[in-house]
């Protein structure tokens, strides 16, 4: 089945340094989403994005949805030891069923 | 609200055997998905249910079964486990607006399940 291609597979980081991840597909969705998942925990949405070209925060997170809709991207600014954790980016086609397709996940570790 | 749960938390089993896994959630939400969570793969879409009394494929299917009852309740069983089977396995649901299922889907904390 179709995956997303996110990358990189994992990063270990400086506190304070900013992240930068991405994903990217060979179709087009409808609709990108951020999630971040905790050590022994489910995922939790982070951003959602609905439009090719929408750029959107929540805090020291900020999303993009790529303009040909295939890709996207995830920027932490000034990271700390609480970003720790998996994040998956995920994109949508159709809403009537709700499917998502996910990446492989992005691990960041951020030393003190 | 508890959310999305998921019992067990924690199973061992050998293989061939059987079990079930329940998911509940007191949302109300009209959409539920089971996925399962491997190393490097992400997570993969097993079934999901767009309503009560019905189901439907997703990407790996295979090996898996499922019911949806209740509007609550989403079950995922297997019939006869297989060392491939030892995942992680998560539940989620969506609610639904104009027909179309929102975009958050809200997962459970997830269910351990290594088979020997």
């Known amino acids: 089945g179709q995956q997303l291609n996110q990358s990189p597979q994992s990063m270990f980081i400086q506190e304070g340094e900013d992240v930068s991840m991405n994903c990217t597909s060979s179709s087009i969705f409808n609709t990108w989403l951020w999630y971040k998942q905790d050590p022994g925990e489910g995922p939790v949405l982070l951003i959602a994005l609905y439009k090719a070209g929408e750029l959107t925060s929540n805090g020291r997170l900020t999303a993009q949805f790529g303009i040909t809709r295939k890709d996207s991207f995830l920027n932490i600014s000034a990271s700390i030891p609480s970003d720790v954790g998996i994040y998956f980016c995920?994109?949508?086609?159709?809403?009537?069923?709700?499917?998502?397709?996910f990446g492989q996940g992005t691990t960041l570790q951020v030393k003190p | 609200n508890a959310g999305v749960t998921q019992t067990p938390k924690f199973r061992v089993l050998k293989t061939g055997q059987s079990m079930t896994l329940l998911c509940a959630q007191d949302m109300n939400h009209e959409y539920m998905y089971w996925y399962r969570q491997d190393p490097g793969m992400g997570l993969r879409l097993i079934h999901y249910?767009?309503?009560?009394?019905?189901?439907a494929k997703g990407e790996v299917p295979d090996g898996y079964n499922v019911s949806r009852l209740k509007k609550q309740n989403f079950l995922l069983g297997l019939e006869s486990a297989a060392p491939s089977q030892t995942s992680v396995y998560f539940c989620?649901?969506?609610?639904?607006?104009?027909?179309?299922?929102?975009?958050?889907?809200?997962f459970g904390p997830g269910t351990r399940l290594t088979v020997l």
């Open positions: 995920a994109g949508r086609r159709s809403s009537n069923t709700g499917k998502l397709i």
């Open positions: 989620a649901s969506s609610y639904s607006m104009a027909g179309e299922a929102y975009n958050e889907q809200f």
């Open positions: 249910s767009v309503g009560e009394g019905t189901t």
